[in-house]
Antibody
Framework: QVQLQESGPGLVKPSETLSLMCTVS????????WSWIRQPPGKGLEWIGY???????NSNPSLKSRVTMLIDTSKNQFSLSLSSVTAADTAVYYC???????WGQGTLVTVSS | DVVMTQSPLSLPVTLGQPASISCRSS???????????LTWFQQRPGRSPRRLIS???NRDSGVPDRFSGSGSGTDFTLKISGVEAEDVGLYYC?????????FGQGTKVEIK
């Protein structure tokens, strides 16, 4: 069973860029595609986007202009950047396998000055 | 976006009794490849979501057989044949047929 672990700053200032990394273990990142999902405190889930091992991406249109996803197959890692953040971007951010068969434990990112 | 509507949003259940959660989509979830990408997730308190069922009725490895999924088109159901204490939490349906993939609002299962 593949395992995923998110990492990154827990606090980001408004208007800055949120950057997170997901490290995959127990399997090759080259074998599938990989997703980011977020959950504001006490609220529901939102699929941010996914990235193929080839580097191709698909992002939620609600966030598309602010989202960048990259993949490093040599390190078995993929990343998420979300620019121009506001308080509305405060959430637990999860990385997961393609359609969500496995999820990381999540990391809370708070946007505050 | 495809809207996923779950009901009920709160479901108090007596231990050992069955439970049923409905999920309706605003569009058919049949994909061009013939599959219906409707997934059920369980989120226990303080934990990340766990996939229970994919493509309407395919139970994941390790998921107890008291969980079952059914439905077609726009109308889907998750059933728990006899609720156990460990089943407390939020249950979400999710469609991954139409981009962006979207979740239902979640159904909170609790013990009476």
């Amino acid at each position: 069973q593949v395992q995923l672990q998110e990492s990154g700053p827990g606090l980001v200032k408004p208007s800055e860029t949120l950057s997170l990394m997901c490290t995959v273990s127990g399997g090759s990142i080259s074998s599938s595609y990989w997703s980011w999902i977020r959950q504001p405190p006490g609220k529901g889930l939102e699929w941010i986007g996914y990235i193929y091992s080839s580097g191709g991406t698909n992002s939620n249109p609600s966030l598309k202009s602010r989202v960048t996803m990259l993949i490093d197959t040599s390190k078995n890692q993929f990343s998420l950047s979300l620019s121009s953040v506001t308080a509305a971007d405060t959430a637990v951010y999860y990385c997961a396998t393609g359609r969500g068969s496995s999820w990381g434990q999540g990391t809370l990112v708070t946007v505050s000055s | 976006d495809v809207v996923m509507t779950q009901s009920p949003l709160s479901l108090p259940v007596t231990l050992g009794q069955p439970a049923s959660i409905s999920c309706r989509s605003s569009q058919s979830l049949v994909f061009s490849d013939g599959n219906t990408y409707l997934t059920w997730f369980q989120q226990r308190p303080g934990r990340s979501p766990r996939r229970l069922i994919s493509k309407v009725s395919n139970r994941d490895s390790g998921v107890p057989d008291r969980f079952s999924g059914s439905g077609s088109g726009t109308d889907f159901t998750l059933k728990i044949s006899g609720v156990e204490a460990e089943d407390v939490g939020l249950y979400y349906c999710m469609q991954s047929t139409h981009w962006p993939w979207t979740f239902g609002q979640g159904t909170k299962v609790e013990i009476k």
